[in-house]
């Protein structure tokens, strides 16, 4: 599957890597957990084991992508970079009454 077309679904989980002050200070989406790029590997058990497709995101991509590579080692069975959040939000309200 795509990312657009597991938005479409509606079946994920969200995963912000972004520091808890860059939430604060550029905001969120709501329904995503916040466990910061630094974290990853200390929390993976807790990624690994939600039974859904994952969707890591963080402000442009670029930690999101390192942490979606870690986890693909671990066994990640169905993670996708979601990019920027601010992107990634509009697309989550774009997908929202599609169905």
Known sequence: ???????????YALIDV????????DGNIDGA???????VEDRQEEI???EKPVIIFCRSGNRSGKALEYLNT???KEGYNGGGWAELKQ????NQGTF
């Not at 957990?33 to 974290?39: R, S, V």
């Not at 697309?91 to 774009?94: D, Q, S, V």
């Open 91 to 94: 697309a989550i309200e774009a």
């Open 33 to 39: 957990k916040n466990i910061p790029l630094g974290e």
């Open 48 to 50: 690994l084991s939600i």
């Open 1 to 11: 599957m795509s990312l657009s077309e597991v938005l479409k679904s509606g079946n």
């Open 18 to 25: 972004r520091e808890p002050m860059e939430l604060e200070m």
């Open 74 to 76: 671990q066994g990640l």
